[in-house]
């Protein structure tokens, strides 16, 4: 009886150990930054080129998002002017929320840049994919 009581025991435990394992991964913050160069924009009345950032949240909690930045080859940080940036920073975004901004074509040194970033209120950071020159 006893054998059979440490059995139900371990294997109880070892599936309540795996449910809360699987739930960690899937409550984790999760966020994900798009760069887009070269979007043609007419921004009430601004018409012209500009590169657009967008930062979605994937995940089940709400994750703050303080700063929107570029990152160069050299390791340099560049937090440049978010035109029309809706809504505005900081924002917490809840699950499958986003936040957008354009950023002028001038502001932006194209044959430096690494990738765009988004860093939450917690200190970490989410890159995008490397932005490939053409």
């Keep these: 009886m006893n054998t059979v009581l440490g059995i139900y025991g371990a294997v109880l435990s070892s599936i309540l150990a795996a449910t809360k394992i699987v739930e960690f991964c899937r409550d984790r913050a999760r966020v994900k ?25 994937l995940g089940r909690r709400p994750e703050t998002i303080s700063v929107i930045g570029l990152e160069y080859a050299d390791g340099s940080t560049h937090y440049p002017p978010l035109r029309f940036c809706s809504p505005a920073l900081p924002v917490t975004l809840e699950e499958s929320k986003n936040v957008a901004g354009f950023i002028p074509r001038e502001a932006v040194q194209f044959d430096k840049l690494r990738w765009a970033f988004a860093k939450i209120s917690g200190g970490r950071i989410y890159k995008s994919r490397r932005y490939k020159r053409v």
């Design 33 to 57: 930054v798009q760069f887009e160069a070269n979007v043609l924009a007419n921004l009430e009345g601004y018409p012209g080129e500009y590169s657009l950032i967008t930062v979605v949240n």
